[in-house]
T-cell receptor, first 116, second 112 residues
Framework: AQSVTQLDSQVPVFEEAPVELRCNYS??????LFWYVQYPNQGLQLLLK??????LVKGINGFEAEFNKSQTSFHLRKPSVHISDTAEYFC??????????????FGQGTELSVKP | GAGVSQSPRYKVAKRGQDVALRCDPI?????LFWYQQALGQGPEFLTY????????KSGLPSDRFFAERPEGSVSTLKIQRTQQEDSAVYLC??????????FGPGTRLLVL
């Protein structure tokens, strides 16, 4: 079975400061890893994904994440945040393509609050 | 192009009523997923379709929940005899053959 733990439920940060949102996963098989962002009253938008290859993944809006297999982590980072980054962020894992266990298992979410 | 759309966006139901939630996936996407997101939680998997075939329904919480996708495009999630614990946001996602799911805006269901 797979599971995802997001270590911080809330992360307050000042505008233009760096931020790291932490995510750890557990799985007995190779995984795909994702970060999604959810703005109030909206659906989930894909920020970035790791499928294979380079462990440093770059996404939209200046976000990046690093896959660390030995630590089973996939932390999300941004060097300088904006007010508009205020949202809920979800880390998710899947066991492979859609027809091979591709359903997403989500963490509980991290609320990023960027203050001026 | 158009993304995933869901209707209605908001639904208020009295306990015991039946509800039907609709999902229009991105055109050409063969895979379709339903998730349930309780307040303050991450989404939880309900069911998965590949074209019209329901390949995984392991996440449906009870036999009151039923999903269909008869022509391999639009999908409907039906909840019979709604209970207060069914109150949640129901998210639909679609994808091409692969691994990336694209989500709709969700339907917020409130059962009174």
């Amino acid at each position: 079975a797979q599971s995802v733990t997001q270590l911080d439920s809330q992360v307050p940060v000042f505008e233009e400061a760096p931020v790291e949102l932490r995510c750890n996963y557990s799985s007995s098989v190779s995984v795909y890893l994702f970060w999604y962002v959810q703005y109030p009253n909206q659906g989930l938008q894909l920020l970035l994904k790791y499928l294979s290859g380079s462990t440093l993944v770059k996404g939209i809006n200046g976000f990046e994440a690093e896959f660390n297999k030995s630590q089973t982590s996939f932390h999300l980072r941004k060097p300088s945040v904006h007010i508009s980054d205020t949202a809920e962020y979800f880390c998710a894992v899947s066991g492979g393509p859609f027809n091979q266990g591709g359903k997403l298992i989500f963490g509980q979410g991290t609320e990023l609050s960027v203050k001026p | 192009g158009a993304g995933v759309s869901q209707s209605p966006r908001y639904k208020v139901a009295k306990r015991g009523q039946d509800v039907a939630l609709r999902c229009d996936p991105i055109s050409g996407h063969v895979s379709l997923f339903w998730y349930q997101q309780a307040l303050g939680q991450g989404p939880e998997f309900l069911t998965y379709f590949q074209n019209e075939a329901q390949l995984d329904k392991s996440g449906l919480p009870s036999d009151r929940f039923f999903a269909e996708r008869p022509e391999g495009s639009v999908s409907t999630l039906k909840i019979q005899r709604t209970q207060q614990e069914d109150s949640a946001v129901y998210l639909c996602a679609s994808g091409a053959r692969g691994e990336t799911q694209y989500f709709g805006p969700g339907t917020r269901l409130l059962v009174l």
